[in-house]
């Protein structure tokens, strides 16, 4: 037998809740915030109100679509717009509730969010009891957080009774609004975030240009001025570094002999790229 609860369902609200369920909000870097649960038991639904402090809410990605069943399991059933034609379902939506609707927030471009998302299955084929449930982009730094919305019945197990929500992890939760979104995000970050790795600042520092500049001879963009600033900080740790020499790290490695942010391997990316216009603006 199929298994569905919609969230709009309020007399769930009057029932006693008997399992836990936890939202966590991470901040994943760029504007990305990764909305997360964790249950004790079978969760049916989710009705949440995702809110910022500063800026919009600008994109939800990530989100499972459709019936949980055999081949993948997921929240992908959203109630408030998903559109059935003669029992058929031609169109699932987004988790994202219209801002018409009763008790909804404005939506995406605005500071606030309401998100319903439900599963369909047959026993066996449930949802896991954890994972992300979606990801939320905003466009400025800003403070998150997730509340429950009791229009829609906040979270509703599969027992049709509603769960106790502990929200502390998706509370408050900082927005750090960075220019680097890489796949060298945490030595980004370990480096303390120097501004030359960030593709709005210089989109060719990865391939070998240190200062961000094309040089006037034969317009080169990896030449003399990016071999002085990786000479400068040469064969140094991290804590050896000073103004943009960090820069001059285009591998965004440490090196193992003697934990060298600016090495050989550094060395050979500037050569490849040495003396040339043709460098593509193409890092992270």
Request: proline content about 4%.
């Amino acid at each position: 037998m199929k298994k569905i609860v919609l969230a709009i369902a309020v007399l769930v609200l009057a029932a006693p809740a008997w399992a836990g369920v936890t939202i966590t909000a991470t901040d994943e870097g760029g504007g990305v915030v990764a909305i997360s649960y964790a249950s004790d038991a079978n969760v049916s639904a989710f009705g949440l109100d995702i809110t910022v402090s500063d800026g919009n809410i600008i994109a939800i990605s990530d989100y499972f679509v459709g019936e949980s069943n055999g081949v993948a399991q997921g929240y992908g059933i959203f109630p408030g717009g998903i559109v059935i034609v003669g029992g058929s379902v031609t169109d699932y939506n987004t988790p994202v509730a219209d801002a018409a609707a009763k008790g909804a927030l404005g939506g995406l471009g605005t500071s606030g969010i309401t998100i319903e998302i439900g599963a369909l299955y047959e026993d066996g084929n449930q949802p896991a009891l954890s994972g992300i449930l979606c990801r939320v982009t905003v466009d400025t730094a800003c403070t998150l957080s997730v509340t429950g919305n009791a229009t829609r019945g906040n979270v509703v197990l599969e027992s049709a009774t509603a769960a106790t929500l502990d929200l502390t992890g998706a509370t408050g939760v900082p927005v750090v609004f960075e220019c680097y979104t890489g796949p060298d995000i945490a030595e980004w970050r370990a480096v303390g975030s120097p501004p030359g790795w960030c593709a709005s600042v210089n989109p060719r520092q990865c391939h070998g240009d240190a200062d961000g500049l094309s040089e006037t001879k034969g317009n080169y963009w990896v030449y003399v001025q990016d071999l002085n600033i990786l000479l400068a900080a040469w064969g140094q740790p991290l804590s050896g570094l000073t103004g943009n020499e960090i820069n001059a790290d285009f591998d965004h490695l440490s090196e193992t002999k003697g934990n060298y942010r600016v090495y050989v391997q550094d060395l050979n990316i500037l050569l490849a790229n040495w003396g040339t216009s043709a460098v593509a603006p193409d890092c992270p």
